[in-house]
């Protein structure tokens, strides 16, 4: 089935960095959302993303579409320890009707 | 709102035995699907319904069945459980707009020994 890739797979930042994650397919994507999941929780939304271009902003948190509608970014400024977690992208395209593809996830440790 | 409930939170199965994972939602969505999460796999799409009545096959569907009898409720069964069914389980549900965008429960771990 289509795979969605992420990297990095891990990170380790400083408390107050910056980070940046990518997430790429081999497929054009109609929908791109992003979601963070905690230890023995469920993944929650954080972004959604509906057009080429598109950059949107949640707090701290911000995303974008790409323009190729191949790949989406997310970064996350000034980090906290809050923000510690993994982080996935999901997908929808043309043929896949209603139904998302996930990534692996990018795994977030921040260092006080 | 509850948002979207799950039931247990935690099961241990013998090889051959059978359960059902339950999955509630308050919102009124129309969509709902369960995922299995397994260590560097992402989520992936088991089985999911567009509406009461009607369900439909995901990504991987084999050894589990599903039936969708009110907008609210969405169990999984496991007919006969294998070991390569230990995983986390979540149920999401989404309103069938132009977003189709999904809220999750909070999970449920599965070991089958």
């Known amino acids: 089935g289509q795979q969605l890739n992420q990297s990095p797979q891990s990170m380790f930042i400083q408390e107050g960095e910056d980070v940046s994650m990518n997430c790429t397919s081999s497929s054009i994507f109609n929908t791109w959302l992003w979601y963070k999941q905690e230890p023995g929780e469920g993944p929650v939304l954080l972004i959604a993303l509906y057009k080429a271009g598109e950059l949107t902003s949640n707090g701290r948190l911000t995303a974008q579409f790409g323009i190729t509608r191949k790949d989406s970014f997310l970064n996350i400024s000034a980090s906290i320890p809050s923000d510690v977690g993994i982080y996935f992208c999901a997908g929808r395209g043309y043929n896949y009707g209603q139904n998302f593809v996930f990534g692996p996830g990018t795994r977030l440790s921040v260092l006080p | 709102n509850a948002g979207v409930t799950q039931t247990p939170k935690f099961q241990v199965l013998k090889t051959g035995q059978s359960m059902t994972l339950q999955c509630a939602q308050d919102m009124n969505h129309e969509y709902m699907s369960w995922y299995r999460q397994d260590p560097g796999m992402g989520l992936r799409l088991i089985h999911y319904?567009?509406?009461?009545?009607?369900?439909d096959q995901g990504e991987v569907p084999n050894g589990y069945n599903v039936s969708r009898s009110t907008t609210e409720d969405f169990p999984l069964r496991l007919l006969s459980a294998a070991p390569s069914q230990t995983s986390v389980y979540f149920c999401?549900?989404?309103?069938?707009?132009?977003?189709?965008?999904?809220?999750f429960g909070p999970g449920t771990r599965l070991t089958v020994t």
């Open positions: 319904s567009v509406g009461a009545g009607i369900t």
């Open positions: 999401a549900s989404s309103y069938r707009d132009r977003t189709y965008e999904q809220y």
